[in-house]
Each structure stands twice: as C-alpha cells, then as structure tokens.
C-alpha cells in the first residue's frame, strides 16, 4: 500500500509540473507577444546611432514587458509599492523598474543608493525603501508631473546613467542608472509623442543644484567588465557594440508537442473520446453475408459505413465471354422416381448434366486440436519408491507439465487420476502423425432407381399360431370346463355339475395378477400334487 501510494503521489507532482509548463509556455506566448515585439523595435529607433548597445539589448528574445515590479498587479509586493507611494487608482503604470540615484553627501562626494523608478500616465515617482528602528519603511521620495520634464540626457555610450530635466526651483535633477533605460526612453516617448527631447552627448547633463547646471563625463574604460562605476564625477564603462548594430530577429520557437502523462492511473489515453469508441467498435462488428436465394444470381453485400459515401460505380454489361452459373434447383416431387414410375423418367443424357451442375463437396473436417501437454511412452516398467513419484508400466502413454534437469519430469496420466515425478530416461515422445489430406471431391452421380418391390401372396403376412399343447394329459381326470378367469386369487369350490364332497379336482387353476400370482401358481401345483395322488 505504502508503494502505491508514493507511486501516486509521484504521479500527481509529475502531472502538475506539466499543467503548471504548459500554463506558463501559453501565458508567455499570449503576454509578450506581437504588441512587445512592436515597442522593442520602437525603441531601437530613439536611440540607433546615437549611443553604444549593450549586448544584452539586441538578443532575439529580449521583449519590452514594462511593469517589472507589478504595480498594477493585485496582491503582493506590486499592491504594497502603490499603497505606500500613494499611486492613485486611475493611474496606469508604463514602467516601473529598480534602479540607483545619485545622493549628494554634505562635505563629500556623491554616492549612489538604491531607489525605485515608477512611470504612469501622469507622474514620475522615485520609492525609497529604508530600515528605519528595525521596521522597513516604503515611501515616494519624489514625484515629478510628466508635463514639468524638460529634457532626458543620457551620454553616447553603453552606460546606463541618464538624468531627468525636472526643472524644479527647489530640488535638483534625479541622475539615475537603471538598467532598462532604453525600454523607460521608449514608454516616456510614447507617453510624451516625442514631445520631449531625449538628449545624446559625451556627457550628461543635469542641474546639480537648483539653477546650477553641472556634466557627468562618461568615460570608457576597459578595465570595467560589465557594471559601471561613478568616481569623483565620471562615469566608467566598458567598450559597447556599434552604435548602428541591428537587433537579431525574434526566434521562432520550435513546435514542441505536449508532453503527454502515460504513466499512472492519472490521465487514461482516449482515441478521440467515447462517440468514438462507439464508432470504432461498429466498424469492428461484423457484416452478415448475405446469401443467395433459389434461382437467383449472386447478390453483392452491403458495404461498410466508409464506402457508402465514396461514388458508387456503374455496373458495365456482361459480354458473351461471361457467364452467370446456374443455382442448382431442387426437384419437384412430380419428377422423382418411386419404383411405379421409374419407365415415365427421363433418361440421364448429357442434356441433363450440362444444364445442372452438381454441388461442390463439402469442406474437410478439420484436424483435431493438438495436446496442451506433449504425450510420453514408457519404455521400462517403473515403481515409484515415494509418494511423489508415478509408477509406470511399460508402453503407458503419459502427460508431461512439466521438465526439470535433474533427469525427473512431472507427469500425469491421461484421466488425470494420478500424477507424480518419473525419470525422463524411461520415457520417449510420442510423436502424432499429420493429418491426411482430404480426400479428392467425388463427381455426384444420379441415383439408380430402385427395384421393384416384391409381390406379396396375401395381403397381409401371417403372423405364426401358439405352439401346440403336449399330447399327454393327465388320466381319470375330466377336462375343466372354461371358467371365467377372475383377477383376484380365486379357488373355486364344487363345479355346479357335482362332484365328490373330498376332491379337489373341480378346483380351477388360481389365477391373478400382480401380486397373487406367485401364491396361486404354488396354490395349483399343491392341488395337482393331491390330486394325482388321490388317483394312485
């Protein structure tokens, strides 16, 4: 049971894990899209020839998803970030991302910190998560309109620092290192319809302080692999692709089939559900033939539910070549001969045997059906020395079940009356011989008529009479006369005639029936012992 049950249970993680791929591989196909394709294109043009590409950026499969953080998603982190920023109901996200901002330190230089970057249809917010007393707190540090943006700058290599042209008389300009910078160029243009200009240069510009513009060199330098790093006022990155290179070509992903769970009791393979199960057994069903009826040609049977749609063809004429064999036709009684009439029969002439043909012979009987166990003769008489072994007697025919190496087969006898082991040195194979061929078919031949039968003398035969009684009858005895049997046991007294009051001779023969027989044979045979005594 234990067995089973991890067998199922091993089952049912298997076929969740492929519901949860096949979920995932249609929700990735259905989200990302022709619509992401379009803007990641789109957004190669805002910056194609203007700035080095990372190489990350022109993959096939890179795709512009927007709402990284999940903003508008309900429940979870995204649902939090919106609370705490105080992100209005109405307002839809375009692209929300993490990334770094340039915090001025009093008496020392600028260092990044971690922040978040939030675009919407209407604002720029800029979240803060901090520890504070041992509680994380989540707060907009800064939320700038989307009409009061004068600018973005950005430098003309494949660093990811650009900055935002708020044009505020209190706070400086946000300088940001975002790693999706050109996906968040792309929503902010589609947002503003390339009202606001996007700036490309060998540095970045920005007001440090209010009304106090300031650049940010970028520097390339090869000793930086893949992040940048900002030092005393310059950006260090790392060489870039072209500017002009082409993004490669979306992948077409390959025709995979699903993988099917065929292990377990989960899911059971149908062949196309039960209408066609039941359509697949009447195919399977059998199709009577149909016969031919007295004096009819062959009739066609009826074709299968797949061929009646296919077009029927044209039955052509038969030509003088083909010929249509008679049924054979059974006799009337008028034309069979009875012995009378065998001078009004017609003589068999070769009329005759050309116009009725005689009917095929019968199949041969089949052969009869081999042994499940082969069949052995006992060359020697055996006697058995246990009660597991099966004596012998020389010529038996056995059964063998079954065969061991150790030179003792267990064996049975043909009426399965007795079964037990025997030494396979005692015994030979009885091989049967193959059936004979059937016998070749015989030419049907008109009976003979049959002879005439004898005249009989009288018209009925005698039946033969009673043998006749024995010649010597008793003496000095008077013949009995003929009574009436009676059914019952009977001895009759005096006959009416009289007779001597002390003889028994005018006793009748007891006679009866079923039970009383017997005592009125031994009754009689008594009476004539006294009586033939009587006449000593």
Request: with cysteine; aromatic share 6%; hydrophobic share 30%.
């Amino acid at each position: 049971m234990a067995i089973r049950i991890q067998r199922a249970w091993r089952n049912y993680l298997r076929y969740r894990i492929e519901c949860a791929t096949r979920i995932q591989r249609f929700w990735r196909k259905k989200s990302g899209g022709e619509p992401n394709l379009k803007l990641r294109d789109q957004g190669h043009k805002v910056l194609g020839g203007r700035k080095e590409r990372r190489r990350y950026s022109l993959v096939g499969y890179r795709r512009f998803l927007g709402d990284y953080l999940g903003i508008d998603n309900k429940g979870g982190s995204g649902e939090v970030l919106r609370r705490a920023a105080n992100i209005g109901p109405s307002e839809t996200t375009r692209f929300s991302c993490r990334c770094e901002l340039l915090v001025s330190k009093l008496g020392r230089s600028s260092k990044p910190e971690a922040r978040m970057i939030v675009l919407t249809e209407s604002n720029i917010y800029i979240i803060k998560q901090a520890l504070i007393s041992g509680q994380v707190q989540i707060s907009a540090e800064r939320t700038i309109p989307v009409r009061s943006v004068k600018f973005v700058s950005a430098s003309n290599l494949k660093d990811d620092w650009f900055s935002i042209g708020a044009g505020s008389a209190q706070e400086p300009d946000p300088l940001i290192n975002c790693v999706f910078k050109t996906e968040f160029f792309t929503q902010f243009s589609v947002l503003t319809r390339n009202a606001i200009p996007i700036q490309i240069g060998d540095a970045i510009q920005y007001n440090k302080k209010p009304g106090k513009p300031a650049a940010v060199k970028a520097v390339k330098d090869p000793n930086v692999r893949r992040d940048d790093l900002y030092k005393s006022g310059q950006i260090h990155t790392g060489p870039g692709e072209p500017p002009n290179s082409i993004s490669k070509a979306t992948p077409k992903g390959k025709a995979v089939a699903a993988k099917p769970v065929k292990s377990g009791g989960l899911l059971k393979k149908s062949t196309g559900g039960k209408l066609s199960q039941q359509a697949a057994a009447a195919n399977r069903r059998p199709t009577p033939a149909s016969q031919p009826l007295p004096g009819r040609g062959y009739v066609e049977p009826p074709k299968p539910q797949t061929e009646r749609m296919m077009p029927q063809v044209v039955p052509q004429p038969l030509t003088r070549q083909e010929r249509v064999v008679p049924v054979p036709m059974p006799q009337p009684v008028s034309q069979l001969t009875n012995g009378y009439g065998a001078a009004h029969a017609r003589n068999a002439s070769t009329e005759s045997h050309d116009s009725i043909r005689a009917p095929p012979p019968p199949p041969p009987p089949m052969a009869p059906a081999a042994p499940k166990d082969p069949q052995y003769k006992a060359m020697y008489d055996f006697a058995g020395q246990t009660s597991g072994e099966l004596s012998l007697r020389k010529d038996e025919v056995i059964l063998i079940t079954q065969k061991e190496s150790n030179g003792w087969w267990l064996a049975k006898r043909l009426d399965h009356s007795a079964s037990g082991w025997t030494p396979a040195a005692y015994l030979e194979e009885v091989k049967t011989a193959p059936p004979p061929p059937p016998p070749p078919p015989t030419i049907s031949r008109p009976p003979p008529p049959p002879a005439p039968a004898v005249a009989k003398t009288n018209g009925t035969s005698a039946k033969p009479g009673p043998p006749a009684p024995p010649a010597k009858r008793p003496a000095g005895r008077k013949p009995a006369p003929a009574t009436p049997r009676d059914s019952g046991y009977s001895n009759g007294g005096l006959q009416a005639s009289g007779g001597e009051s002390g003889g028994n001779s005018g006793r009748v023969t007891p006679n009866g029936g079923g039970a009383g027989l017997a005592g009125g044979l031994a009754e009689a045979l008594r009476a004539r012992q006294k009586a033939l005594r009587g006449d000593d």
